[in-house]
């Protein structure tokens, strides 16, 4: 993605930009209107205007995140553009989530519908309604979430560290049909849900140290992994810091669905082990292992164990002072 060098930018060299670039196939998909009628709520008039321009998001979103890194850069704010940056992303996923919550609530009235229908006019015209606005909805809800992933690379570019949510996972998706049987329509809807939160595609295993600085070397053999394993997927141990945030960042930047397996705290010291487990249950194509705990020397074990072809890195392998 072309990185915006300018932090305001006239209405005219806005169009410009949007005239002359390409935009990106996942803005394209989630400013497409799928359906007709739109309504954000039962009160609203249903609508048939067009999506905000595919072209002209993505460029406001960037411009959201990027402009207070280059207002703050090389002043005595600089240090707090990372923290106003967070909470841009934030915006968006909170929002997300909110139009998620109302999505599933709206749902749950069409399933409600379905239960009750006899074949009269007036519940038919209901239940039809019901389902346009809960797909209003999930329209909505897709081009924000949109947004948000793109503010979250934005966030990544600029720091070299992954924007993480303070909870939940990030997911986005979209749906293609227009229009659909209602029955078909909730279950689409529950699988959409499934495969957001359970990327499909070979998983790739990756855990290492909180201690580690040399971001290359980890960066340059997950290149090479993706480059023979294109749909790849990544399931990392959820550490905030060191290894498992350099591969977050490479995830954000590169497109790879990410799995983060966090511990389950009710395991207690028996909790690092059992994600080891959880992680070789995915029957993982490859695994990258980089020294660090007690649980990465056990992950690596149960690798060897299994077979799986895999690389491993210690500290003295780093090409940089640790």
Not at 11 to 20: F, G, Q, R, V
Not at 196 to 216: K, L, N, R, T, Y
Request: proline share 4%; aromatic share 8%.
């Amino acid at each position: 993605m072309t990185k915006l060098t300018q932090s305001f930018r006239t209405a005219d060299e806005i169009a410009d930009l949007i005239a002359e670039e390409t935009v990106s196939p996942a803005f394209e998909n989630a400013f497409t209107e799928t359906i007709g009628g739109f309504r954000m709520g039962y009160a609203d008039e249903p609508t048939d205007a067009d999506m905000p321009l595919p072209r002209a998001a993505e460029l406001a979103t960037e411009m959201a995140v990027r402009t207070f890194f280059d207002l703050f850069r090389d002043t005595r704010l600089e240090g707090i553009a990372d923290r106003i940056a967070w909470g841009i992303v934030h915006s968006f996923h909170k929002v997300a989530d909110q139009l998620d919550a109302e999505a599933d609530k709206a749902a749950l009235k069409v399933k409600d519908l379905i239960r009750d229908a006899d074949g009269s006019e007036i519940l038919t015209a209901e239940l039809e309604e019901a389902q346009t606005f809960c797909h209003s909805l999930d329209e909505a809800r897709d081009a924000v979430a949109c947004m948000r992933d793109y503010a979250a690379q934005t966030f990544a570019a600029e720091t070299g560290r992954p924007w993480s949510a303070p909870r939940g996972s990030l997911v986005s998706s979209k749906r293609t049909a227009a229009v659909v049987a209602a029955t078909d329509f909730l279950a689409a809807r529950r699988q959409r849900g499934i495969d957001a939160h359970a990327p499909q595609g070979p998983v790739v295993i990756f855990s290492g140290g909180q201690q580690w600085e040399d971001h290359a070397l980890l960066t340059e053999r997950l290149d090479q992994i993706k480059a023979r394993i294109p749909a790849m997927v990544l399931a990392t141990t959820a550490q905030s810091k060191g290894c498992d945030a350099i591969a977050a960042a490479w995830a954000a930047r590169t497109g790879t669905p990410l799995v983060a397996f966090t511990l389950n705290s009710k395991f207690g010291q028996r909790a690092g082990f059992l994600r080891n487990e959880q992680l070789l249950g995915l029957n993982p194509v490859e695994a990258l292992v980089c020294e660090g705990s007690g649980l990465q020397s056990h992950l690596a074990r149960l690798v060897r164990a299994k077979g799986v072809p895999a690389h491993f890195f210690r500290f003295i392998d780093q090409r940089i002072a640790a």
